[in-house]
Structures are given as C-alpha cells and as structure tokens.
C-alpha cells in the first residue's frame, strides 16, 4: 500500500516526481510522451533541500511547445485514439473529467463546451497521462492520503484574479475531508486535487504498517512558516482497518428504489453495501440494509440512506476487519491484456482474473468463463514459475 501525506498540498507535478521515484526511471515514460505529444519531452529529477530534508522537484523540458488551448472533447480524442494501454486511457480522460466537470460547473456551461486554458495546458496533459502511465506501470497499487491541504489569498488565472482555493479546486474537494493552512499560497491545485482523489481509495490521518521506503517531492514555492513537502511512503504489513458498519431496517420501500439506493451509496464511496431479508413488528417482510464504509465517509453515507431511501433512523458501530493486501497485475494472455487480482496474506497467495477482463475475452473467444479462467491461471503460473 501507498500512503500519500500532502504536507504541503499537491500539484500534478509533485505527483509525477513522487510516482516516479517510485518506479525509478523517467526515461520510458519521457519517450512516451514525446510519441503522444509529437515533441520530444524531457523529465528528470533535481536535487533540493527543503529544511535541510533532501527532496526531489520535477524538471520538464519541451523542444517545442504544442497548441495548448484545448476542450475535454479534444483531450478526450486525443487519447482515445493514442497509442497508450487502455488502462491508461480510461484513467486520463476520467482524471480530465473529474477537472472538465468542476469548470464547467463553474462557468455555468456545458462541459464538451468549456474551453479550458489550465486543463488544455500542455503541464497538465504531462501531469495526468504520466500519473496515469506510472500508476498502471507499477501495477495499480492501493494509495490512501493524508487530507487535503488548502490555501489563502488570491492567485491570477486566464479570467482575472480568483480566491484560493481556486473554485475549480474547491469544487474537485468536495466531499473529501481538507484543511486549510493559513498561507497566502495555492496550495493544491485543480490537477493535483484531481488526480489524488481518482487514485486515493480514502483520505485518513489514520495509517498502519512497516514503512518500507519514503519519497519526497517539492516544488518551486518557498514558503516561510511551512515546509514546501510532500512524501509518499511504501507500507507493507497492512492488515486490519477499522471501518463503520452501519445499519437500518425498511419495511415501506419499492424494490426499484433499493437497487438506485446501493447506487449511490457505492458513489459516494461506500465499501460494501448488501441487503438481508428479515421480519419485523407484525411479522412484516422487510430488509435490513448493511453498509460498511471509512470514518471520513460516515456523514456522506449517512446523508445518503435518508435522502434516498424511507428510512428515519440508523444504527452505526465501529468494527475491525482484515483484509489481504491486494495487487493488481497485468498479464498477457494469448495477446490479450488481462488483469489479475492477486492476494495475500502471510504465505496465503490467492489470484482471480478480473471480472470484466474475463467477460470480454469470453464473449470475443466464445469460450465459458469458468474454461477460459481455469486457463488464464493455468498460463500464469506456467510463467510465474519459471521467472
């Protein structure tokens, strides 16, 4: 597991350092994106010392500078048709609509309509197709972040001077739990809020395990209070997590109206979500409705179950559990990607083909699921083995 402690905020280019130290080379992914871009781009690490803490900023060289004036439409063409895994695609263009979705809102306008000056910025099409590029690199690893840290004051934009946070930021934060610092800096930006909140399964001050490497990321902001870091740690050993269990009993709802409820409980980020048959008073046929979710995410959840279903009360209590940590690899069945779940637990390892991956494969071979996932299997560990 990854955990991400924004000291000092973020930015896509914090990201992009941070998930590059990991990886451990930025040589690949510059040629990548001079191939996507059609001019050839340079990233590289420089050395600094923030506080007397050795940390690492992004460098960015460009030989020539593409036209930077772009839609979500256009950036969303643009990937769709690269040359990038569809992973790596699929995340783009949603890190892309989490920012277009903000603006657009914003502006008050359509968002295949918006004309983004920040968004179509060559930076933060860098910013995001290499963050996406990295976290499918190293295996889609699980990430958790500290809060969000937010600024003071006011910043120039293409539309004039504008209050940090910067609405666009604010609006992509929402619903996230962030603190605000009190320093006349932008301190997260649209692309870096983005990006963290695609990739982070939950924002938490609370983090647990053996720290087997730390990074650290700066930029090119001083700051005379607070020290302009960020650090990614690696954890291993993470296994139990307390989580809230929350319950209620209905008895007065349609069926519709219990599938469109799971809905958006799993939007707003629930864990788990499942419904029990049960009598109630006057032996009434009715469900108890479970959900399981973070402590961040109680008062979403909450808001939720009584928005959108009958309920007039709750019943919530905090739990433990374990789970096996989790890894996500990519293998190469017949000339087809697939993704694999691989699980762990001690000397336990378990390994499941992902769900989707299986379907489509199943339906463009003809073959059952249940063949062609003993098979997929069977192939890996032939390979697995004799790595």
Request: net charge negative; aromatic share 12%; proline share 3%.
């Amino acid at each position: 597991m990854l955990y991400l402690d924004m000291i000092s905020g973020i930015a896509g280019d914090i990201f992009l350092s941070l998930m590059g130290q990991l990886y451990g080379d930025f040589e690949e992914i510059s040629a990548e994106l001079s191939k996507f871009l059609d001019t050839e781009i340079t990233l590289s690490l420089e050395e600094k010392f923030v506080n007397g803490i050795r940390a690492y900023k992004l460098n960015l060289k460009i030989s020539k500078k593409p036209h930077i004036h772009r839609t979500f439409k256009d950036i969303r063409k643009m990937l769709e048709s690269s040359h990038f895994d569809e992973n790596i695609k699929s995340d783009a263009v949603e890190i892309f609509r989490i920012i277009a979705e903000a603006e657009a809102k914003i502006h008050g306008k359509d968002i295949d309509e918006v004309h983004f000056h920040e968004v179509g910025a060559i930076d933060s099409i860098i910013d995001i197709v290499g963050a996406a590029w990295f976290y499918n690199k190293l295996n889609r690893p699980m990430i958790n972040s500290s809060y969000f840290r937010l600024g003071n004051g006011f910043v120039n934009s293409q539309h004039g001077v504008i209050p940090v946070p910067a609405p666009a930021t604010l609006e992509i934060v929402r619903d996230c739990n962030f603190e605000r610092l009190d320093i006349d800096e932008e301190l997260t930006t649209p692309t870096g809020a983005a990006i963290v909140k695609f990739y982070s399964k939950g924002f938490t001050r609370k983090v647990c395990g053996k720290v087997k490497d730390i990074f650290y990321a700066t930029g090119s902001k001083t700051f005379e209070r607070y020290p302009n870091l960020i650090r990614l740690l690696k954890l291993e050993g993470v296994e139990d997590e307390g989580i809230i269990e929350i319950e209620t009993n209905i008895d007065d709802m349609d069926a519709e109206k219990f599938g469109f409820l799971m809905e958006k409980l799993f939007e707003v980020g629930a864990l788990d979500v499942f419904y029990t048959p049960i009598y109630m008073k006057k032996n009434r046929p009715a469900y108890k409705l479970s959900v399981l979710c973070k402590e961040e995410l109680f008062n979403s959840i909450v808001n939720v179950i009584f928005k959108f279903s009958s309920s007039s009360g709750i019943r919530f209590s905090k739990i433990d559990r374990i789970v096996m940590q989790r890894e996500i690899k990519n293998f190469n069945y017949k000339g087809v990607d697939v993704r694999l779940k691989v699980y762990r637990y001690n000397d336990i390892e378990k390994v499941k083909v992902e769900w989707e991956d299986l379907k489509k494969i199943s339906n463009e071979m003809g073959v059952s699921p249940n063949i062609l996932h003993n098979d997929i299997l069977n192939s890996f560990f032939k390979d697995h083995l004799k790595h």
